[in-house]
């Protein structure tokens, strides 16, 4: 009997080429010995200390330059072809969040802002935002308006009544931003720019007629809050940015106006729904791996526990919920990056709603798995566990996205 295709490491991705292996392994390497202590001190840490000057968090960001990852996916190199581009990056994502994800998503922030450019027409501001090598965000989220933001279709949205937190209005060729983002901003605390969402002041059609900016945050005006203390991703750390009277010079401006802006936010959380989806398997394997690994360890009725029935069949129930996840988002990653305008934003919410309820679910599971050693903070599935619960809300709420998505059918 040929045995070949029966050792556990078998590699789905048949397609790999040395150059895409060789990524991989290093990815791996990086989040074993780098994330993973790294994360486990931060997770403990007072969000204060994880972002002040003597935190291990930028000894971290150092190493991770170094990978040469920055830039992702465009540094994989010219070899590949679009569809091995986008798995790279499902294999990256999934290789790092195993690290990590908190501190992944951190990372991955570095020297972003020249891609969005890219990604907009504007080469000034690619050149712009390369000089200055710093983190940037996605400031999308208000106090007042959380769902609201992700209801981009809704009829509310459109409400002449709907009133910004964070408002703009024109002053000859610049823009003035009053008001703030919320406590949810994803390195709000540390970035050096973002991608900022605002209504215009004079809005007839609520908050469906804004502005988007690609904007630095040493412009006078800008301020942040406190860090964010939350029960997972500990080490993604967030917070407030304040806007008072902030004039942003034309140059940052990406576009505005009622046809236009919604579906600029629609397509800003279809991508960023798809890269949570890639991001959460890691997560999900880090658990399933664990638990695994436990089960092997454990004894009780005198066997290790992977030799009772019922354990056997949890495990193979992980495995198989993880195996299928990760088909569906690597599908629909590649969907989208092939398809001109992408694919219709319910394809990218099965992505994230999949992956991150699955993460959940490991999670869970191998906290039951590890009896009462999983709720202890000297395991790692607990951790695991508080950074996949807090993914159903991130980027959207899994319930919103999916009420979101049923309007588009
Ligand atoms: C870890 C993490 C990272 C994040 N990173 C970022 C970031 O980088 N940038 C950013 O801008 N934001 C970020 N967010 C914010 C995130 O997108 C919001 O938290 C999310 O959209 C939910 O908004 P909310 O917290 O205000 O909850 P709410 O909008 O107040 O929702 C509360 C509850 O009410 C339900 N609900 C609300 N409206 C409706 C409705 N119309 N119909 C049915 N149910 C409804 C929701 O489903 C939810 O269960 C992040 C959040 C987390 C947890």
Known sequence: MDTEGDAMDIDLDLTLTDEMLAIRESCHRFA???????????????PEAV????????????????????GMPECYGDDL???????????VCEELAWGD???????????????????????????????RNEICCLALTEPNH????????????????????????????????NGQKAAWVSTGTIAGSGIVFATYENS???????????????????????????????????????FDNVRVPRQFFLMDGPDV????????????????????????????????????ERVQGGVPIIQHQAVKLRLFNMFSKLTAARSHVRRIA???????????????????????????????????????????REYPVEKLFRDARASLIEDGENTMLALMSVSHF
């Not at 072809?81 to 294999?91: E, G, V």
């Not at 020249?114 to 990604?119: Q, T």
């Open 334 to 376: 590649m969907a989208n990056a092939a398809k001109e305008g992408g694919v219709p934003f319910p394809y990218a919410a099965t992505a994230k709603i999949v992956s991150t309820q699955t993460c959940l679910d490991i999670a869970h599971e191998a906290i039951t798995l590890f009896g009462g050693y999983g709720l202890c």
């Open 204 to 242: 007839k059609q609520g908050r469906a007629d804004g502005a988007v900016f690609l904007m630095p945050f040493d412009l006078p005006g800008v301020s942040r809050g406190k860090p964010l203390d939350k029960l997972g991703q500990r080490t993604l750390n967030q917070g407030e940015i304040f």
């Open 32 to 46: 074993e010995e780098v994330m993973r202590p790294l994360a486990a001190k931060l997770d403990r840490m007072d």
């Open 261 to 296: 802006y919604p579906h600029v936010l629609g397509a800003t959380l279809r991508d960023a729904n798809i890269a949570m989806g890639q991001q959460f398997i890691g997560v999900a394997r880090a658990a399933y791996e664990h638990a695994l690994a436990y089960a092997k």
């Open 146 to 177: 959380g769902s609201d933001m992700v209801a981009f279709p809704d009829a509310s949205f459109r409400d002449p009544k709907g009133r910004s937190d964070l408002r703009a209005r024109r002053d000859g060729d610049d823009f003035i931003l």
């Open 51 to 70: 972002i002040a000057k003597d935190s291990p968090l930028w000894e971290g960001l150092e190493k991770y330059k170094a990978l040469g990852l920055v």
């Open 101 to 131: 994800v908190g501190l992944f998503i951190t990372y991955a922030l570095y020297n972003m802002a020249p891609g969005i450019a890219k990604a907009y027409g504007r080469p000034d501001l690619v050149e712009f935002f390369r000089q």
């Open 81 to 91: 072809s679009p569809a091995q581009r986008t798995l790279m990056h499902s294999i």
